[in-house]
């Protein structure tokens, strides 16, 4: 942002960095092939304070898609790290690419669940639970009334349990972890071999050679083996197919480190955790598998077994013992599910990333998460957070919410993600622009419309109060406009705008979708209730406007029964709504992947029938569903007495451009793109 003045933070907005600029124009002429009912708009700010801001402990460990586990402050926009998806009716693991990252300072608390796994989040971060998502604290009634953690709620995941051992590469670590590889999967030999061309006479060769598919274990390896002053050469043992992966290998012929070897590898008479873990590591890595849900060691060496089964019980895990089968090979099944795989995969780190992933795996809970306390640790911290593609990843072992993504800053110097909620582009001098704009010969006149991009009477007009300004200017030069908002901050400007309404015609419309207070928290965080809103509708109306309600969108198998629209009018009229303007919901560009990512995770059983009425790239709801809908909702609204004429023509107060097109979808389906939700 070139035009910045200055970046500002203030106590009352926490949370929220305000990014002062000098714009250069005012009025956005919308494309003519739109088919929104204006041709004029501003907004005098880029970004939107409505929405919730969330953030975690910077050591909060987190998934990555790799199958490895990260801090959160090593965690980066680029990184590919697990999140979580709809499918076939269930909720499974899948990649999810960082987009955005930031941190901020919040009050501490700290989550405890059952089975020893902690977490550190702010009071407004949000985890999965079985009764859906909740913020760390909240409040059952009031201004901070929101779903919350109590005690007795479960998590979703697979936890991260207690503190995680030290299995950094100690020498105990890295010999137990040559034991479990080169006793698995090594080969080392030392016979007698007649020399060529005397007979009767021979020389002892000495050979080790280990051979893997996996660069990582053999490198590991290699690297290990030479801190203990064994160094190898690297060859190619065999080339790949279409059925098989290439190998590579590392060996010695030195007698001095086979017998090294020899003695690294020795079954040790008092092994530590560490040497435990570094064994179950090369073990893994050599004859282990994670496939179908299940994690399995094999070999045909009983000690080999044994040693595995004592190792895993050195760590409290539960483990059966399976086979022979007709070639002798016995195998060690571990117990527990995800939780327990990915409590293997902290405690012994194996090198082979593509054996640890749980990508595709349902989303069960076999550990006990249910929450223990949730203490205030009385102070404030630097905290970090992600924007992720799937809306969600996992930290510390649970399913963990962040915010979604806006496309209207990917236009700025900003991310599409995080920065929509938290960093504001305030147009401070919008009102100045805009009087030199209107004040051209070539200006027409025209409507032009407010809120159909950012809400102009969200939180951060209180500080900026931008919109008195532009009201002037509007009707200083006989430009008529309408106001679209969800903000009671509209109140304050009320006698301004009926002063306005003396010179120009001016149309306000409130934006009241949900009537279902728990589905209108979950999807409208961070916005004034339901009831706040009626109540803005009731001040316009006492200022002598007349006050259309945006009834829109409808959400197909949540708000469009009967008797949710019957009581959503009647709420309505009740406020004084002269009109209420309807349609179903429309899904477009990246509000369709937020869109079906809240869905899966609040109501995942509407999944596919979502996906059924918006299929591929569709962005709206099928003409049938449509036309079902208007047949419910037009006998309701006629007895509300709340039509407007032609629903598909006006909207807003302002007659569409697309009014007399014969084809594509109702404009009220259109209008105002930004106030979806």
Not at 192 to 215: C, E, K, N, V
Not at 430 to 438: D, H, K, S
Not at 625 to 636: D, K, S, V
Request: with cysteine.
């Amino acid at each position: 942002m070139n035009n910045l003045v200055r970046s500002v933070q203030t106590p009352e907005f926490a949370g929220l960095t305000f990014h002062e600029v000098l714009a250069k124009s005012a009025l956005n002429r919308v494309p003519g092939q739109s088919y929104v009912p204006f041709g004029w708009t501003i907004n005098p700010y880029r970004g939107c304070s409505h929405a919730c801001v969330y953030c975690l402990d910077p050591s909060t460990r987190i998934t990555m898609a790799d199958g490895s586990v990260r801090a959160l402050r090593d965690v980066e926009p680029g990184d590919t790290v697990v999140g979580t998806v709809a499918r076939d009716g269930y909720r499974r693991y899948a990649p999810s690419k960082v987009l955005a990252k930031w941190s901020t300072r919040k009050r501490a608390y700290r989550i405890t669940l059952a089975d020893g796994t902690t977490l550190v989040a702010s009071g407004d971060h949000r985890f999965l639970t079985e009764r859906g998502w909740k913020h760390v604290t909240g409040a059952m009634q009031g201004a901070n009334r929101r779903p919350y953690l109590t005690t007795g709620n479960s998590l979703i995941g697979f936890g991260s349990g207690t503190p995680r051992p030290d299995v950094e590469p100690t020498e105990e670590y890295r010999l137990g972890y040559l034991t479990g590889m080169i006793r698995g999967d090594g080969m080392l030999l030392e016979r007698d071999y007649p020399r060529t061309g005397r007979p009767g006479q021979s020389y002892r060769a000495y050979r080790f050679r280990l051979a893997l598919a996996d660069a990582e274990a053999l490198d590991r390896s290699r690297e290990y083996l030479l801190g203990f002053g064994v160094a190898t050469s690297t060859f190619e043992f065999s080339t790949g197919s279409t059925t098989r992966r290439p190998m590579r290998a590392i060996r010695t012929s030195r007698r001095a480190d086979h017998s090294r070897i020899t003695e690294l590898i020795e079954w040790p008479a008092d092994s530590s955790g560490a040497w435990h873990a570094g064994f179950l590591a090369g073990i893994f890595d050599a004859e282990g598998s994670n496939s179908r849900g299940t994690l399995r060691i094999s070999n045909n060496d009983i000690r080999m077994i044994d040693a595995t089964v004592t190792s895993l019980e050195t760590f409290g895990f539960d483990a059966v013992v399976e086979g022979p089968a007709t070639n002798g090979v016995r195998s060690v099944r571990l117990r527990g599910g995800v939780a327990a795989r990915q409590r293997f995969f902290e405690i012994a780190d194996p090198a082979i990333l593509r054996k640890r992933s749980i990508l595709g795996a349902m989303v069960k809970t076999h550990a006990d998460l249910r929450v223990v306390a949730v203490e205030p640790l009385g102070t404030e911290i630097e905290m970090l957070d992600i924007t992720t593609s799937t809306e969600d990843f996992v930290a510390n072992g649970v399913v963990s919410h962040n915010c979604f993504a806006r496309p209207t800053h990917e236009y700025l110097d900003l991310s599409a993600g995080n920065d929509f909620d938290r960093e504001l582009v305030v147009k401070v001098n919008v009102a100045e622009v805009l009087r030199r704009e209107l004040a051209r010969p070539s200006w027409r006149h025209e409507p032009v419309a407010l809120g159909t991009n950012t809400d102009p009477y969200q939180r951060a007009e209180g500080r900026y109060a931008l919109m008195p300004g532009i009201i002037e200017a509007l009707a200083g030069s006989g430009t008529p406009f309408s106001v679209l908002t969800k903000g009671t901050l509209l109140r304050r400007d009320l006698p301004l705008l009926a002063g306005a309404r003396e010179h120009v015609s001016v149309d306000l419309a409130m934006s009241i979708a949900v009537y279902d207070d728990e589905l209108q928290r979950s999807i409208e965080p961070g916005t004034p209730t339901t009831a706040a809103r009626l109540a803005t509708v009731r001040a316009v109306r006492d200022a002598g406007f007349d006050c259309t309600v945006f009834l829109m969108p409808i959400l197909p198998f949540l708000t469009d029964t009967r008797a949710h629209l019957d009581d959503a009018l009647r709420r309505a009229k009740e406020a004084g709504a002269t009109s209420v303007v309807y349609s179903a919901l429309h899904l477009r560009g990246s509000v369709k992947p937020w869109f079906f990512a809240w869905l899966a995770r609040e109501h995942p059983e509407l999944v596919p029938k979502y996906r059924a009425m918006f299929p591929g790239t569709a962005a709206y709801a099928p003409k049938e569903y449509r036309a079902w809908l208007a047949e419910r909702i037009r006998p309701l609204m006629r007895a509300h007495r709340l039509e407007r004429g032609r629903e598909d023509v006006v909207t807003g107060g302002v007659r569409s451009r697309a009014a007399d097109r014969s084809s594509g979808p109702p404009v009220v389906e259109a209008a105002a793109p930004a106030m979806l939700f």
